[in-house]
């Protein structure tokens, strides 16, 4: 920002100037925060879909009535929609 400011002393120049400076940082750090906030939102959702995948396909074992079924990365993955390179090996 530009000021044409024959009629403003340096002090007040340098005021405003840090306003706006500091305006531009907290908005810049608010998208950043939103951002943070919109990752762990979804981080959650993903995780309690998995929650509910695993105890939908293992109900027979938690209940004492069968085997423990395997469950590998790819069915996780099929199963929630997910890609599969958001599962560690």
């Known amino acids: 920002m530009i000021l044409n400011d024959r009629f403003l002393n340096e002090t007040l120049y340098q005021m405003i ?6 305006e531009k940082d907290e908005n810049k750090d608010l998208i950043e925060e939103k951002n943070i906030i919109s990752g762990l939102k979804k981080r959650e959702e993903s995780l309690v879909e ?7 396909s293992q109900t027979s074992y938690l209940e004492g009535k069968g085997p423990l079924l395997p469950l590998g990365i790819s069915d996780l993955a099929t199963k929630s929609n997910l890609s599969k390179s958001l599962f560690p090996d």
């Open 50 to 56: 998995i929650g509910k995948i695993i105890l939908r």
């Open 17 to 22: 100037a840090e306003k706006i400076k500091t």
